[in-house]
């Protein structure tokens, strides 16, 4: 498997063709996935060639983007299914990716560490103290979308969002876990402060 030439396929693709009115599924937010992905992966102790893997994945999950939101997951398995062939990667390897990929779809429903993994790197952010920067991001986005209108309406969405989420890797819950307790007790506090 050449994780190399892989890795740039992807990267250059999504810089050349992603939409620009994607403020929070962006290149950025791919890179900050793979950042967390390698930092849990590591932590949590998986073999090089699985670090490999959690990474493309990392690096494809939200490939399907190209062709707009609905379905992207099952879109960005398409993507894989078709490059990484090209890439020497194994047909179990392909599906491992693909079944990380998968895992990312909310509700998220991670069946092993390394869709565990993957799953907490995608919502990082929540623990983080670049959480409200990020969450941003996501509300113009949804916004563009129309899935949302007013601060209020986000608000209580991102409540419901933070009180039915949870970790699942060691690391990810020692090191974002009370971050975002404390994220969802602000914006409760928004929330009612507004009405």
């Known amino acids: 498997m050449n994780f190399k030439a892989a890795s740039d396929y992807i990267t250059i693709k999504l810089q050349e063709e992603l939409p620009v009115h994607l403020s929070y599924h962006s290149v950025e937010h791919i890179k900050d996935v793979y950042q967390a992905a390698e930092t849990l992966g590591k932590a949590e102790g998986i073999s090089r060639e699985e670090l490999d893997l959690v990474l493309t994945a990392a690096l494809y999950h939200d490939a399907g983007f190209l062709s707009g939101p609905k ?16 890439f020497g990667y194994t047909n179990e390897q392909i ?7 998968m ?13 565990q993994i993957l799953s907490d790197a995608d919502l990082d952010y929540l623990g983080r103290d670049d959480f409200f ?38 690391t990810a819950i020692a090191l974002r876990k009370a971050k975002k307790e404390s994220h969802l007790e602000l914006i409760r506090a928004k929330l009612n402060h507004s009405k």
């Open 71 to 86: 379905d992207h997951e099952q879109k960005s398995c398409d993507i894989v299914r078709d490059a990484l062939p090209n």
């Open 95 to 101: 599906e491992k990716v693909c079944g990380m990929i």
């Open 103 to 115: 895992a990312t779809k909310i509700p998220q429903s991670p069946n092993n560490l390394l869709e």
């Open 133 to 170: 920067t990020i969450g941003n991001k996501l509300f113009s986005e949804l916004s563009v979308f129309g899935f949302i209108n007013t601060e209020d309406e986000w608000n209580a969405l991102q409540i419901r969002f933070l009180e039915n989420h949870s970790y699942f890797t060691k």
